[in-house]
């Protein structure tokens, strides 16, 4: 069975950090491409940060370009994002998802699994 869990969302003031994580189980991670999106309330699901398989080829939407940093420890089969420099717009709910083409496509409907999310609330 396949799982995906989230972690080090939170309650994080303006210009503030946070962590987030992601485990995995149940699949063959390294041959996964992952990506992060978000949703915010009455809003579609929208790409952040997509990472392939070998994490050699990043990707990140225009928001929060020079702010986020995706990476992925194969070892540990976990892909992380770093948030810096929050803003109350990045408050959603954030998930991972995993791409079994290994490419991390920034297409929220061609991802394979999802995580059940964690809260990221900014405040002002």
């Known amino acids: 069975q396949v799982q995906l869990v989230e972690s080090g969302g939170g309650l994080v003031q303006a210009g503030g950090s946070l962590r987030l994580s992601c485990a995995t189980s149940?699949?063959?991670?390294?041959?996964?491409?992952m990506g992060w999106f978000r949703q915010a309330p009455g809003k579609e699901r929208d790409f952040v940060a997509g990472?392939?398989?070998?994490?050699?080829?990043?990707s990140y939407a225009d928001s929060v370009k020079g702010r986020f940093t995706i990476s992925r420890d194969n070892a540990k089969n976990t892909v992380y994002l770093q948030m810096n420099s929050l803003t109350p717009e990045d408050t959603a709910v954030y998930y991972c998802?995993?791409?079994?083409?290994?490419?991390?496509?920034?297409?929220?409907?061609?991802?394979?699994?999802w995580g059940q999310g964690t809260q990221v609330t900014v405040s002002s």
């Open positions: 998802a995993a791409d079994k083409t290994g490419w991390a496509t920034k297409n929220v409907y061609l991802y394979d699994y």
């Open positions: 149940g699949l063959t991670f390294s041959n996964y491409g």
């Open positions: 990472i392939t398989w070998s994490g050699g080829t990043t």
